[in-house]
């Protein structure tokens, strides 16, 4: 969600690497204006939950800014038009065999 929304304003704004540096200047100021009640990094890594090696939701929206521009896929399109039809001709089938069921039930519930 957050990527959908970096994009949008990279693209209204026209320029990503001044996005990306206005979230970078938004976390740290976030960051700083934070209470101090967050248990400090080393008990987190004691407790296994510190990854020193994966970068945080913040540098990944940067560094995906700082890269060049997702190019526009058209095979979702296709893909989801491709499943609309098939849903389309599933359910016109099983109309048409209900249908098919249900005369045969009268014609038997006639002949009793």
């Given at each position: 969600?957050?990527?959908?929304?970096?994009?949008?304003?990279?693209?209204?704004?026209?320029?990503?690497?001044?996005?990306?540096?206005?979230?970078?200047?938004?976390?740290?100021?976030?960051?700083?204006?934070?209470?101090?009640?967050?248990?400090?990094?080393?008990?987190?890594?004691?407790?296994?939950?510190?990854?020193?090696?994966?970068?945080?939701?913040?540098?990944?929206?940067?560094?995906?800014?700082?890269?060049?521009?997702?190019?526009?896929?058209?095979?979702?399109?296709?893909?989801?038009t491709?499943?609309?039809l098939?849903?389309?001709?599933?359910?016109?089938?099983?109309?048409?065999?209900?249908?098919?069921?249900?005369e045969?039930?009268?014609?038997?519930?006639?002949?009793?």
């Amino acid at each position: 969600m957050e990527r959908w929304a970096d994009e949008s304003a990279a693209a209204a704004v026209g320029d990503r690497g001044q996005v990306a540096r206005t979230i970078g200047k938004a976390a740290l100021a976030a960051r700083r204006t934070r209470a101090r009640t967050r248990v400090p990094a080393a008990a987190l890594a004691l407790l296994g939950r510190l990854r020193p090696n994966t970068l945080g939701p913040v540098p990944r929206r940067v560094t995906a800014l700082l890269a060049p521009a997702p190019t526009p896929r058209s095979w979702p399109l296709a893909a989801l038009t491709a499943l609309a039809l098939t849903t389309a001709l599933c359910t016109a089938e099983a109309a048409h065999d209900l249908e098919g069921l249900l005369e045969l039930a009268k014609h038997a519930a006639g002949h009793s």
